[in-house]
């Protein structure tokens, strides 16, 4: 796979367009667009060569969640989570979850997701309330995953759980099928991103050996930070970059689509043209610091952290100021939703909470530019 964006774009207009307005409207999971992605190989778009996949790392990711937020933010955030709880199973997992799960996902089309917040701690993921006593080799999970985007659709769902270690956390893997794991679909109501499907897991006496602990005893949170961290923070930048220049699309095609009597058309006006021009700017700057962090984390430059978490805080706030000028381009009929803007802007109000959260990050960034330690 070689110029990954232009192949997603290709990819989201076939294969993702077609679903993306009963996506919302229905609050369906783009089921179609997935069994499409793992045909077309996104799905294994990070998996080393060595167990079948194309070995892609960071910019790659950050290039395909861009090219399908530009048509589906929805299917952008679902397929982004997918690509970080594989690279944490790529760089921490063992040898035996390396093999069972990229197989399960090269031959037969299954994808991942996260369960790391709760309702307590919400946007602090990081520190798990639910409980993990061990016994022998095997460890019985009790609580409640808050909001797990996937939720049901997803094979493997990767948790974080309080360690044996005091203070220390693990990052574990639980197969869907598992005993004692459940869903509540019905809790699903999002304002936007109806389609994703970030229901609350239920785990109730779930007992799991070992195996499918990611990693050494204690080692979740270096994973969460050094992993999860800047493919998660930097795939947001990307969906709400892409959020943004979708925003740009709609408005700018409408404005030079809809005609007055007199045959002049929105583009003609000097107040819509700054408001195209605000739009695209912001949009493009989104998108820039974006790719631009994704090249810096690959390469690890030394100032790749403060790149990522600016990219993502830059893009939250990017689309729903795009969001924000494109309804006042749409008038009445974007109000009255013959043009999608409405429905973009609600996707792009999730960038801000969702964790790590924007204000959040604010505070990290202050923290990674003077030096100090994070969170
Ligand atoms: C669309 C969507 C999909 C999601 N998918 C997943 C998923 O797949 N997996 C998953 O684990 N979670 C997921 N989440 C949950 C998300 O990551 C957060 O954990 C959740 O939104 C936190 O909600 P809360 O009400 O508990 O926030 P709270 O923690 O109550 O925060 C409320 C507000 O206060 C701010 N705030 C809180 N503490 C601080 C602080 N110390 N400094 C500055 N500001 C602060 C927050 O930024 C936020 O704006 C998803 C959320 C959304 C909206």
Wanted: aromatic share 10%; glycine share 8%; hydrophobic share 40%.
């Amino acid at each position: 796979m070689n110029n990954i964006y232009q192949q997603g774009k290709d990819f989201a207009r076939s294969y993702i367009l077609p679903y993306t307005e009963l996506t919302d409207k229905e609050s369906k999971f783009p089921e179609e667009s997935f069994k499409k992605l793992s045909e077309n190989g996104f799905l294994k778009l990070v998996i080393p060569v060595e167990y079948g996949g194309f070995g892609k790392g960071l910019e790659e990711h950050a290039q395909a969640c861009l090219a399908f937020a530009e048509t589906c933010s929805t299917t952008a955030l679902c397929y982004m989570m997918h690509n970080v709880a594989l690279m944490c199973i790529l760089t921490h997992g063992s040898d035996e979850l390396k093999q069972n799960i990229f197989t399960d996902i090269v031959e037969n089309g299954k994808f991942m997701a996260l369960a790391y917040s709760e309702l307590g701690t919400g946007t602090h993921f990081y520190i798990p309330e639910m409980t993990a006593e061990v016994n022998g080799d095997n460890t019985t999970f009790n609580g409640t995953k808050s909001m797990v985007t996937s939720g049901t659709y997803a094979s493997y769902y990767l948790v974080l759980a309080p360690s044996v270690e005091e203070g220390k956390i693990n990052n574990w893997v639980f197969p869907l099928e598992t005993k004692g794991l459940s869903f509540d679909l019905s809790k699903w109501n999002g304002f936007g991103l109806r389609g994703n499907a970030s229901c609350p897991m239920h785990i109730e006496n779930v007992t799991l050996d070992s195996s499918f602990r990611i990693g050494a005893e204690g080692s979740g949170e270096e994973q969460v930070f050094n992993v999860v961290a800047p493919f998660f923070v930097t795939g947001l930048g990307a969906v709400y970059s892409g959020t943004a220049m979708h925003m740009f699309e709609i408005a700018s095609n409408h404005a030079v689509d809809r005609q007055y009597p007199d045959g002049t058309t929105l583009a003609n006006i000097e107040t819509i043209q700054i408001h195209i021009a605000n739009i695209y700017k912001t949009a493009a700057a989104a998108r820039a610091l974006t790719l631009d962090a994704a090249r810096a984390g690959a390469n690890s430059e030394a100032d790749a952290l403060a790149k990522i978490l600016s990219a993502r805080i830059v893009a939250s706030e990017a689309a729903i100021e795009c969001g924000r000028l494109a309804m006042r381009v749409g008038g009445g009929k974007a109000y009255n939703k013959s043009l999608p803007t409405e429905r973009l802007l609600r996707d792009a109000y999730a960038g801000q909470i969702m964790a790590p959260s924007a204000d959040v990050l604010a505070i990290w960034l202050g923290k990674a530019l003077t030096g100090q330690m994070i969170p």
